[in-house]
């Protein structure tokens, strides 16, 4: 993930931004930022293997619900409302020593991580949680950022790592402090004024030689809220200049576009009951760009990606807005009360913007305070550098509920001269929508 402004790329070996010379998973926005597209050609710990000293780990972290998992979907997606809270968080599986159910355990349901002192470790950190941005942290230790969704980073040493929702992160530590046991822990970061789980799940890292009956150490946490830790940490990754696959950002644009995103209002549709108390005036939740709220294609026979390919109407259109349609100041905080005003409410469609193949896009995204202002980690699909990604690719924010109110749009890029750069026939065995 990185933040700022300054030229970016992309191209379809996978779905991750690039600000200058880094490919990303996500994009984190809290106010306006520049991206130039360019359509040429809970958390798992576990120890996998030893390469000359260098320890590879795994870390994925998980959010948990005591509940139908299928319903706390339904619940968001169907009634506008917000996420349901989580109520664990875990880290390989277990949610470690801070909640009831694993205090009233025999043994604490804790991950433990044994580690030698002198070594240096490669951690992968996986932030598979669904709704919530995080920091992660362990007691008295630092990390070197090396590589951001499997691409090299230049180094950066930091104290905590903040990841959002499906991003990979992967660092150097080394175990050069005292032999004893440190808590490594993994904490959530809130930009919105939404309910969340502010609760934190725990990992013991334990040196060879340690003392079990010490208690760990714990780590200094940032506040849920502390923005700018986060907005530190985003700013401070930069590509590996000169790694594989590194290139220049384009300098000549062919389009220019201006997207506004953020939290809007839907009309209720449904029975009035399921629409109380999501706002002041009982409307769902919603999400848009540029005024339009996004919403796949259910019921229309074929998906986007069919209808590209056999050019079929009714499934979407081609008339996604280059800017919003009219300019006011985004970020003004008396946006956040509008609830009920005209400027609040998105309509729903199904629109993308067509590009050219082997164009340069160049994109101002720019949030808005609308409902309430909140960091959105935006993701595109199938593009990275320069190489075309032809057919149809997603653009959305990565909250997992955020996508389904419909922050999001799509990109179609035309196909290009030659059979490589043009959209294969679907397979025979293909669902059918």
């Known amino acids: 993930m990185a933040h700022g402004g300054g030229g970016w790329a992309a191209d379809s070996r996978a779905s991750r931004w690039r600000t200058a010379a880094l490919d990303v998973n996500e994009v984190e926005y809290d106010g306006a930022t520049t991206a130039r597209v360019v359509t040429g050609g809970g958390v798992l710990l576990a120890l996998m293997w030893c390469i000359s000293n260098l320890f590879v780990l795994k870390s994925q972290c998980w959010e948990w619900w005591n509940a139908n998992i299928e319903e706390v979907k339904r619940n968001a997606t169907a009634g506008g409302n917000p996420p349901i809270d989580s109520d664990a968080y875990t880290i390989n599986g277990l949610p470690g020593d801070t909640y009831n159910c694993s205090q009233n355990q025999t043994t604490p349901e804790t991950y433990r991580l044994s580690v030698k002192q002198g070594e240096t470790y490669l951690l992968r950190i996986i932030n598979v949680a669904l709704n919530e941005q995080h920091f992660f942290k362990i007691a008295n230790h630092s990390f070197t950022v090396v590589a951001v969704d499997a691409v090299y980073t230049e180094h950066y040493h930091t104290?905590?790592?903040?990841?959002?929702?499906?991003?990979?992160?992967?660092?150097l530590f080394t175990a050069n402090q005292t032999v004893a046991s440190y808590y490594m822990a993994f904490t959530p970061y809130h930009s919105s004024q939404l309910a969340i789980n502010n609760s934190t799940t725990r990992v013991v890292v334990v040196y060879e030689g340690s003392s079990s009956s010490v208690k760990p150490m714990d780590p200094n946490l940032p506040d849920p809220f502390d923005t700018p830790t986060t907005h530190r940490f985003h700013t401070n990754i930069t590509g590996l200049v000169g790694?594989?696959?590194?290139?220049?950002?384009?300098?000549?644009?062919?389009?220019?576009m201006f997207i506004t995103f953020g939290i809007s209002q839907d009309l209720c549709n449904i029975p009035s009951?399921?629409?109380?108390?999501?706002?002041?005036?009982?409307?769902?939740f919603s999400a848009n760009m540029n005024n339009e709220s996004f919403a796949l294609p259910k019921g229309r026979g074929f998906s986007m990606l069919e209808a590209f390919y056999g050019n079929i109407n009714g499934v979407y259109t081609k008339d996604f807005p280059n800017q919003p349609p009219f300019v006011f100041n985004y970020t003004d905080p008396a946006l956040s009360i509008l609830n009920g005003d005209p400027i609040a409410f998105a309509p729903k469609s199904t629109k993308v913007k067509t590009l050219k193949f082997n164009s340069t896009v160049e994109i101002v995204l720019q949030n808005t305070a609308i409902i309430g202002a909140e960091n959105h980690p935006i993701h595109i699909h199938g593009f990275n550098f320069h190489v075309l990604a032809q057919g149809i690719w997603l653009v959305h924010c990565h909250y997992e509920t955020h996508l389904p109110w419909g922050l999001g749009m799509a990109f179609e890029v035309e196909n290009g001269p030659t059979t490589s750069s043009t959209v294969p026939a679907p397979p025979a065995n293909l669902p059918k929508c």
């Open 159 to 171: 104290d905590v790592v903040v990841l959002a929702p499906g991003q990979t992160i992967d660092v």
């Open 243 to 256: 790694a594989p696959h590194w290139v220049h950002v384009p300098s000549k644009v062919d389009e220019h």
């Open 273 to 284: 009951e399921a629409c109380s108390g999501q706002s002041d005036n009982n409307a769902p």
